[in-house]
């Protein structure tokens, strides 16, 4: 049963309110506003995400539910039937509800759902690391980046056929709006813990490394092969630590070199196929000789191959090329 706010809760909420509606917050204003909301919501999302943010050990609550069960079920595979379930919690559009309907109860303004999806992402980076426990570890919470989401999962540990194996299944997420990657297969890595803050309604994520795509080969890349370069393509330019090339229409795209290989920011527009900027990676890759691959493990431009379902030229294979220098 969801209570009333005392006049200090209401002058609280009303400055978080405010600064939530201005579209420039931290992830200390979400936790802040979620856990003043958790026993004025009627329970749901709200009430999940500030005991989770309140309470980094959980021992009940809808995500230890869904982790315990999980790992009951995996742990017993070949013994008994089961469904494993990899369903999110509960969706964007069930928080928003959750927020809005709070806010008007207590006669507050909605929010508008850019600042409710903002808010999330907020709420979901801040239960990195935490765990759900009942009397030991059954798993903890990492938040991953994909091209279409931020998602909170599950890194569980099983038990199968003697061995302990990790297992991870998101229990959240928020759609990915705000960065282009060009992989659709592709898992950002994560360099440490993710920070979010909002500035105008922009979100600046700290922790992800930023997706690139590396032209490379062996032997390496050298000075003489970028003066070949721009003797062969007038819209690339020397840069101070690389080349740019400046199409038609649209803004330059950057090539990074650091005395071995050309890197290239990961954004979808560069690699789709019959762009400007796809036909000019390809005219480079050609006459360097060199392989593309991007940091999800993909190679692009293979000869012989179509492109993928999505429109891109990603394929999961193993050497591009005989001059990739790509591990295997």
């Not at 759609?175 to 592709?186: H, S």
């Not at 593309?292 to 993928?308: I, Y």
Request: net charge neutral; with cysteine.
């Amino acid at each position: 049963m969801a209570t009333t706010l005392n006049p200090k809760e209401r002058q609280r909420l009303a400055e978080l309110h405010a600064c939530l509606k201005s579209g420039t917050f931290s992830e200390t204003d979400v936790s802040a506003v979620l856990v003043l909301l958790r026993d004025k919501s009627n329970g749901g999302p709200i009430m999940e995400l500030a005991h989770s943010i309140t309470h980094s050990e959980r021992n009940s609550g809808e995500f230890f539910q869904r982790v315990r069960e999980n790992q009951s079920l995996l742990n017993d595979l070949g013994k008994r039937g089961g469904v494993l379930d990899a369903r999110y919690i509960f969706s964007e559009a069930e928080f928003a509800s959750n927020v809005n309907e709070t806010l008007r109860r207590h006669g507050f303004d909605e929010l508008d759902r850019a600042v409710i999806d903002l808010t999330l992402l907020c709420g979901l980076s801040l239960l990195q690391s935490g765990s759900v426990k009942g009397g030991k570890t059954f798993g903890e919470l990492h938040l991953a980046l994909t091209s279409a989401h931020f998602e909170l999962r599950a890194d569980m540990p099983i038990v199968h056929n003697g061995k302990s194996v990790r297992v991870v299944f998101p229990l959240a997420a928020v759609a990915n709006r705000w960065f282009p990657i060009c992989n659709p297969r592709a898992h950002v890595h994560t360099t440490g813990p993710v920070s979010v803050k909002v500035e105008s309604l922009s979100p600046i994520a700290g922790g992800f490394k930023p997706f690139e795509v590396h032209i490379e080969r062996a032997p390496p890349i050298d000075e003489g092969d970028l003066a070949d370069l721009l003797s062969s393509d007038p819209r690339l330019s020397r840069t101070p630590d690389g080349l740019a090339y400046t199409p038609s229409v649209g803004p330059p795209m950057p090539l990074r070199y650091d005395g071995s290989r050309l890197t290239v920011a990961g954004l979808p527009e560069f690699f789709r196929g019959g762009s400007e900027y796809e036909r000019e990676l390809r005219a480079i890759r050609l006459r360097l000789g060199a392989c593309v691959h991007d940091d999800g493990g993909a190679h692009w431009f293979l000869e012989g191959l179509a492109p993928a379902p999505d429109g891109f030229h990603s394929h999961w294979v193993g050497r591009g090329s005989p001059t990739c220098t790509r591990p295997m």
